[in-house]
């Protein structure tokens, strides 16, 4: 049952992220993307983590993804135009993920090759309780600096999307007075 | 019947390297940035799978670490954006050579 759900999932996960790369239209993508995260959560409901789970569905379905199709929405963009020159770089560039697909799955297959143990069945960990005292006992520290870390996010998305146009217009000033003398 | 570990990290690979050649075709900045999410979140089933597969909650943790620095570069990465837009007038990584000359 939980493995036909998988396939399921699994099968919509990368049919959402094919679309998502094979689309021209970013708003096409965006939406190919957000079908991506939700079917990532269920697989993370099926991994018993509800918790990851809802925090995806909430900061990527939601937020994120929110964030940017308002920025495409904003910027009212035009379709992805094909390359006109360097043709050729696209079966490169397909090659090239065939290759590294290839590498990913042999490294995978080679670590569930190796010896190890397997947690003992019905030992559920992953749920919020245990996920908030591992958060704020044994790993405060990286808490503490991926707080420090959204702050700084915070002023830098602020400065840089500041509008810019006094020094700018100051440089073009400076030109033109240069031009008249 | 509950699939193995092995399934859960193909799948995995399989959306990284679906990212990395969405990374390599978009032109438009916000589809590489689309696509870089994409990588992320391909790189957090394996965290869970593996967490699940060893019952282990560190695993989760760092999914959490990831998710916040995916805000985070969400935040930043789109205001660099919208910056390069009003200033360029597009979104094409082939117009961002100002460095070049």
Redesign the interface.
Known sequence: ???VL??IL?GL??AC??S??YHKN?LY??IS?IG??LS?AC??LT???P??AI??IL??AG??MV??VF??M??N??E??P?TRLRYL?PI??A???V??AQ??FV??A??RTP?E???QG?I??QTM??GT??YTE?LL?VEI?GI??L???V???I??RR?SEPNLELVEDASEGDKA | ??????????????????????V?????A??M???I??ML?AV???F??F????????G??F???V??????????G??????F?RNRL???VDDASILRN
């Open positions: 049952m939980v493995s998988f396939f699994a996960a990368i992220a094919v998502c790369v970013p993508s965006a993307l991506v995260f990532l697989i993370y991994l018993a983590a918790f990851i925090v995806q900061v990527y937020a994120i964030l940017v920025v495409i904003l910027l963009l035009d992805d135009k390359l696209y560039g397909g090239l993920g065939v590294l697909l990913t799955l995978f297959y670590v569930t190890h397997a947690s003992e030992k960990v992953g245990s996920i591992a958060m790993y990286p991926v870390l959204l700084m996010a915070i830098g998305a602020m840089m999307s810019m | 019947m509950e699939p193995g570990l092995g399934s859960y990290l193909a799948l995995s690979g399989i959306l990284f390297a679906i990212g990395a050649v969405g390599i075709y978009k032109r438009n916000i589809g940035f689309m696509c999410e994409l979140n957090n089933l394996s869970v799978a967490s699940r597969h060893y019952g282990d909650v560190t989760q943790l999914v959490f670490v998710m916040s620095v995916a805000a985070a570069e969400a935040a930043v789109l205001g660099i954006i919208i910056t837009f597009s979104l094409d």
